[in-house]
């Protein structure tokens, strides 16, 4: 039960209906003193007793991992900072409403802030629209409520204890002081920037559980370590968000699915996450020819979303990964045979440019951006929302035939596949490959296995055509299921249910690479490098190495150089993925050499010099590897970038100078 009442009932507690319905009942305080420089005051004492408070609160230390009270040098820091957080609770009850406001005809009673307490999970900072009216303010006796002098007093008390705690070696260098001290010097900073952003947004910093989840990502390697999280809840939250960060000269990333591993992205350290989540939304245009889609809204989402209305576009394969992060890289996906790369569907952008500047971007208003941000976007803009061309639904039907083959058969599987299927980049354009060499103790105790999934449109079982010679080698295991688009991701273990999708705290490091077509005596010996390893190092035991082999029709119709993306001219996509156990620095070294040496085994098969490299995938590549090595696309990306972004605010996803 909560010790603070109102009427005799509780008014503290985040579940009351008054409380979430924004309203208070009056308390039974003393006199009645309106002031909203008060108000200010007292909202300026809450969010920093808020924000600090989990630390100390009873019973949460050992729920944030920091160290109880009774072991920091000074107490009198724990005591400051339970009686702040009392006072800014009392303070919450009595805040004042002015005459000339409540004058004004027609005004709902709504307050200025909702705050959900730290110690409860989440802190979300909501405020309404300016204008809005404020319940009364009633001063009780001494003992209830705050007096002017202590709201001016307090915040200054509570700042002086925290920072004097944190300039102590022994609690900065603490992990109590590791979580606490970062989370003070981002208290300030909230609340300046929450201000500037509207009710529906989220500021969060460490500690809050909802930090934790919005800033938890798949790969933690090399990962990036924000000091604040920014929901936002509408487009121009990330515009004002960015203008904030710029003011501040504070580093700022904007996330989707949280799916990159690029190495990049762990230059980030402190600074703000804006996180894209929130703006999730499909809405399909009234021709049926175009859709909508919020920035942050996942793959999976939007092919359910389409398929309801009898429509569909190409997105990213795994169901987990944005829409629109991808795409700004090129993207990949099931439909490419037909309609292309992600990016190809895009028909304009609404994104927030380096300096914060909001604008709708399509070929018409800015055809050099609009080149830019279709293969190199990340450099340029976050992209709040996106209309893409949509399709009826042509095929219904699709079918899966699985096969696996034990590692003695390695050469024949992918020098038979090369010939009745790939057929040198003429692969048919219904028809998708997608292989792994992985890990099934029940089937091999010791080798990878190499698991082939055939993915035909339009039927409901796989045409002869492809299977039978693949059939003829012996696997080990197979079957043909029929189903339909919306099964794919399943089908080949990329669902949200699956692994890859699952954020359990590991390393995973992908090292891309485009060929033209296999070497068979090649990804053998990538195999038995492969097996060795896995065999070597049990923490590499759930690696895999992915073969994406997508018709090409639709990624070539597009001229090469109608877009940043390099490598249309390219057939076939293949990365080795090493995952281990995060925190053990020793095996992301080795993890590093084991991927760059087996993507180094079929690059020199490949004859090429310089290495096609899929920058959503990338990990450590150079420029020309990701960008593209011609000397016309490194200069026009570099002069764009000066135009565009020249002090490298987005330069924390693969760079492009």
Not at 139 to 163: F, N, R
Not at 232 to 242: F, I, K, N, Q, Y
Not at 424 to 452: F, H, S
Request: with cysteine.
């Amino acid at each position: 039960m909560s010790p603070f009442k109102a009427n005799g009932k509780d008014i503290l507690t985040a579940s009351s209906p008054g409380w979430e319905a924004g309203r208070i009942d009056e308390a039974s305080c003393g006199s009645q003193e309106p002031s909203d420089k008060v108000w200010k005051k007292g909202q300026r004492l809450l969010m920093t007793t808020t924000a600090l408070v989990p630390a100390l609160w009873p019973g949460n230390e050992e729920r944030y991992h920091r160290a109880p009270p009774s072991l920091l040098p000074d107490r009198s820091l724990a005591v400051t900072l339970r009686l702040g957080t009392i006072a800014a609770a009392l303070k919450l009850v009595c805040y004042p409403e002015e005459d000339n406001i409540l004058k004004s005809s027609g005004q709902k009673k709504v307050p200025l802030a909702n705050l959900v307490w730290p110690w409860s999970g989440t802190w979300n900072q909501k405020r309404n629209d300016p204008g809005t009216a404020f319940p009364p303010l009633h001063w009780s006796s001494i003992a209830g409520c705050l007096t002017d002098s202590a709201m001016e007093v307090l915040p200054a008390i509570v700042a002086w204890a925290a920072s004097s705690a944190c300039r102590s070696s022994l609690v900065a260098e603490s992990a109590f002081g590791h979580r606490f001290c970062a989370r003070a010097a981002a208290v300030q900073e909230v609340a300046d920037l929450a201000q500037r952003l509207s009710s529906a947004a989220q500021v969060l910093v460490p500690g809050d559980k909802a930090f934790d989840d919005a800033s938890r990502r798949w790969n933690v390697f090399d990962e990036p370590r924000p000091a604040i999280v920014v929901i936002p809840g509408t487009a121009s939250d990330v515009a004002e968000t960015v203008k904030y960060a710029n003011e501040h000269d504070t580093p700022f990333l904007a996330v989707g699915g949280r799916h990159g591993a690029a190495s990049t992205l762990g230059k980030l350290q402190g600074g703000i996450e804006i996180a894209l989540n929130s703006l999730s939304s499909v809405e399909l245009s009234k021709d049926g020819q175009t859709a909508r889609i919020g920035g942050g809204t996942l793959s999976g989402t939007v092919v359910d979303a389409l398929w309801k209305a009898g429509k569909q576009t190409v997105t990213g394969t795994c169901e987990c990964t944005s829409l629109v992060g991808p795409g700004l890289g090129g993207g990949h996906g099931w439909l490419q045979g037909r309609h292309g790369l992600i990016a190809d569907q895009f028909v304009s952008m609404d994104v927030v440019l380096a300096d914060g500047s909001a604008r709708t971007v399509d070929a018409q208003s800015d055809p050099d951006l609009w080149w830019a941000l279709r293969g190199a976007g990340h450099n340029f803009a976050i992209v709040t929302s996106v209309t893409l061309k949509v399709y009826d639904i042509q095929h219904r039907d699709w079918a899966r035939e699985a096969m696996i083959f034990t590692g003695d058969k390695v050469e024949q599987v992918f020098q038979t596949m090369a010939d009745t299927i790939f057929k040198g980049g003429k692969q048919d354009a219904d028809v998708v490959v997608w292989t792994y060499m992985l890990r099934i103790p029940e089937v091999d105790a010791k080798n990878p296995l190499v698991v082939v999934y055939l993915l035909q449109e339009g039927v409901r079982t796989v045409d002869k055509a492809h299977s039978a010679a693949l059939k003829e080698l012996g696997p080990v295991s197979g079957d043909n299921t029929p189903g339909t688009y919306l099964d794919l991701a399943a089908w080949t273990l990329i669902s949200m249910t699956d692994t890859p999708c699952q954020k359990t705290n590991a390393s995973n490091l992908r090292f891309p690479l485009y060929l033209d077509t296999y070497d068979a005596g090649a990804v053998r010996r990538a195999y038995d490098l492969f097996a060795a390893s896995l065999r070597g190092t049990p923490e590499f035991g759930s690696s895999i190495f992915l073969f994406e082999n997508y018709p090409v029709q639709g990624l070539r119709q597009p001229a090469a150089n109608d877009s940043a993306f390099a490598f249309r001219g390219d057939n076939i996509l293949v990365a080795p993925l090493i995952s281990f156990p995060s925190g053990d620095r020793q095996r992301g070294g080795e993890a590093v050499l084991l991927g760059e040496a087996l993507r180094n085994t079929l690059h020199q098969a490949s004859g090429r010099k310089t290495m096609h490299t899929y920058v959503n995938y990338a990990f450590r590549d150079g420029r020309e590897e990701m960008y593209g090595a011609e000397a016309w696309r490194q200069q026009k990306l570099a002069k764009l970038k000066a135009a565009y972004d020249p002090h490298g605010r987005f330069n924390f996803y693969n760079p492009v100078v």
